[in-house]
């Protein structure tokens, strides 16, 4: 069994920055991506950033130059530092890893989400 924990959303006013925790537990084998979406009422879900194995980053465009993804190998977690946060920013946050468990192949998981709200 895998599992993925989130934590660290809530009401913050514009300009103002949160960050985002997901933690990865269980029978893992290794992790591949990790990283950040959203989505609000009646939309899809939208890549926010993601990070590889390897470390190289893909950022979507709203968000470049405010958002940092960031990964920690040895505590199988990712983060999303967000600043300069725009009430268009807000959202339920999900996290998504690529792990292979030790019996399974590759799948995609993801946390249960965490509420982002960006209001003055």
């Known amino acids: 069994q895998v599992q993925l924990v989130e934590s660290g959303g809530g009401l913050v006013q514009p300009g103002g920055s949160l960050r985002l925790s997901c933690a990865a537990s269980?029978?893992?084998?290794?992790?591949?991506?990790m990283g950040w979406y959203r989505q609000t009422p009646g939309k899809q879900r939208e890549l926010v950033a993601v990070?590889?194995?390897?470390?190289?980053?893909n950022y979507a465009d709203s968000v470049k130059g405010r958002f940092t993804i960031s990964r920690d190998k040895a505590e199988n977690s990712v983060y999303l530092q967000m600043n300069s946060l725009k009430f268009e920013d807000t959202a339920v946050y999900y996290c998504?890893?690529?792990?292979?468990?030790?019996?399974?192949?590759?799948?995609?998981?993801w946390g249960q989400g965490t509420q982002v709200t960006v209001s003055s």
């Open positions: 269980g029978s893992i084998f290794s992790i591949n991506a």
């Open positions: 990070m590889s194995r390897d470390g190289s980053t």
């Open positions: 998504n890893v690529q792990i292979r468990s030790i019996a399974t192949p590759q799948y995609n998981y």
